[in-house]
């Protein structure tokens, strides 16, 4: 009896001050894009050009791909750390594939999936078994996994002809057919598709309902008879073989493995995941909103590069974005 | 040098509910007074008045005939009245010393000036303390290193670091074992000695009756009766807690009971729960009572697969299966509706359409287990009429509902489900009159359609009403087995106090 009535009673009142508010929370990411589009097309109209917005997509496509694997880790309240690790891993064995053991497409990409997996399982393993804090765990690995990639690559950049141990030349060629996937439209095509099929998984599929009802309350979706540790898995999982599609996509677009080639996709795909939760209203971490996140992102980098902010203080600008995402989450949950 | 403390005409009210009203109560130090009374008696609440968790309340308070003011913590304790709440571990800052742990209320309040802090002072002086109830703690452990017993100890021996006149301990035994209650009366008695008084509030009437020298009597709010311990009996007092109840409206259920679909041997979970046996046919509803603590829960959990289980078998219609998880209870054709609802029953950010099929998706799935929405509106919309839950479209977050409606979401999800045994803990707490008589009806339709019922309150007078058999339980036991029909509240309250 006294459990419910006072909640029911402090909301009533309340509601009305914050229709301003909620009205932020749901179109104000999108508010915020078209401000963007209106703000740089004035102060640069080759902002608006055919080219420019090819040129934008292209450049959030990588990002994307991996944000939407965070979002399922997010899905079932989880946090995947490591997935920037898992593209300098995945980027590295594709490249090594081809040009240290003159490897075909098939089996090049088949490796690089399989060791993004080995990450996820070794995720899913210590938080569901050993019971880490998902975020810890993922840190932990996200060390690791550099680290392991950093080892593989012995601390070089992987291309093709590089100058091996042994003073020879490396004699592997990346295949014409690898180098498609990270050109336009093929880059942009992935992206779209990655997005798409999450998002009809996550809101059309029992398997996607039952991650959000585990998000929700993990109790009582163990209660309710869900396999609530196997779907952790599957979203861990999940998470990584986004994040090796993403250092796929990332190696046939530079043709090489550089150091740490993953690390800088960490914070973008984490901040467009978390930006995205907000859009139209979800209220939780959604592939479509993460999609909006990302190009909230990319159109703000390269309207910034247009109007010659250097590039060193882009990220107060990202950073700043983020903050503002997260207050609106978060002051709204209060 | 005996303090008396005096308690006039104490109300309070909460949104809806009276739970106090024109309560009197007297005690003085140097003795041990019981404070007993059903669930929602109000004793608890009692004792935090006294404590000043509530400032607004009604009433006088008198110490030695003179009225003080007490409406925060801080004037309790100044008035030397501490209290050590069930929730130990609430009380208590697990990656902190012992000592630090007994000294919080110095390092917090007392410092002034001082910027650092005395290890030294810390540990000699909670060392001596505990020394001073002849406990055998380091000072220097860890708390989180501490068992139960231990760590209520070390709450006890820090309500006695300032002046100690009053110690209210509310249901010190329900978590301890035997030896470790008889450790605490130790204490209770040494403090006794020291003049300390001692308000003991306990569900466990042999317990009160060996330890405590007067006792009064609760009952839906009000003052009962304070009697001397040593002029009363544990009959008598069963009989003071009971007084008229409401009658409720319970749906008459008359169902032919059937072969026996669950049966437990034997049931040992990893800490309450001890060699339990129980079973139940197709059609009837069996009660579980038994008091708060009693291991209510941590039998329906353990049931369920949701607590681990150590020994023990379950057969369901004579088959024995392995319940590892309440996924495979499920697939078992077992239904759990949790106690703790808003954290273990409903999603509350979730629809009610969502919450409804959230235990049976595999029946709206399609191919590649695409959702049927479609078959999802139908059915839930179906279940939300059915069962009269008032939303104002099967969309509504579940958080909007008030708590009868979202308690009819949590059992709606498992009708969809269609399980044989139905496992139904506390299913009327926090439900309004109306919503708890459509619950009970929905109960009784199932046992008409020959579902098992297993039905665990400790609102005895639901149990009498709804329930064929009751099997008491009390310290994680069965205690005795009655049929419904010839058994009465009294009955049921004396075995589930430990009456033997």
Redesign the interface.
Known sequence: MSSANPEVQQKMPSKKGFELFDFLYKYGTIITILALIVIFSITNPAFMDGANIVNILRSISIVTIIAVGITISLSVDGFDLSVGSTVSLTNAVVISMFVWFSQNIFVALLVAIGAALVVGAFNSFMIVKVRIPDMLMTLATMFIIQGIALTYTKGATVSQNMVMPDGTFSTGSIPEVFSKIGQVPWIIIIMIVVVLIVHIFLNYTKHGRYMYVIGGNKEAARLSGIPVNKYKVTAYLMSAAFAAIGGIVLASRVMTAEINSGAPYLMDAVAAAFIGSSVLGAGKPNAFGTFVGAVLIGILQNGLVMMSVPYYAMDIVKGTVLALALALTYYKKK | MTTVLEMKNISIE????KALNDVSFSTATGSTHALIGANGAGKSTLMKVLSGAYHHYTGEIYIDGKQVSIRSPKDAQNLGIQIVYQEVDTALIPYLTVGENIMLNETVNDMGKKQFISWKHIHEKATAILESIHVNISSKKLVSELTLAEKQMVIIARSLVKQCKFLILDEPTAPLSHSETNELFRIVRDLKERNVGIIFISHRLPELFEICDDITVMKNGEFVCKEKIAETSQNRVVEYMLGEKLEEQFPKNQVEIGSTVLEVKGLYDTGMIKNFDMHAGAGEIVGIAGLVGAGKSELCKAL?G?AKVKAGEIKIHGKKVKIK???Q???QGLA?V?EER?????????SVA?NLT??S??K??KA????DFKREKEVSSQMISSLGIKTPSQETRVQ?L??GN?QKVAIG?WLI?DAEVYIFDEPTK???VGAKKDIFELISQLAKRGKSIIYASCEFSEILGITDRVYVVYDGQVAKELDTNTTNEEELLFYSTGGK
């Open positions: 909460f949104p809806g509910v369920f949701a998880d309440p996924s209870a499920v697939k759990f949790p808003r954290k273990e029953g409903i999603l509350v950010q979730e969502a959230a235990a998706l595999g709206f799935s590649l287990s695409f959702l909007n008030s708590g979202q999800k489900a926090g439900v309004d």
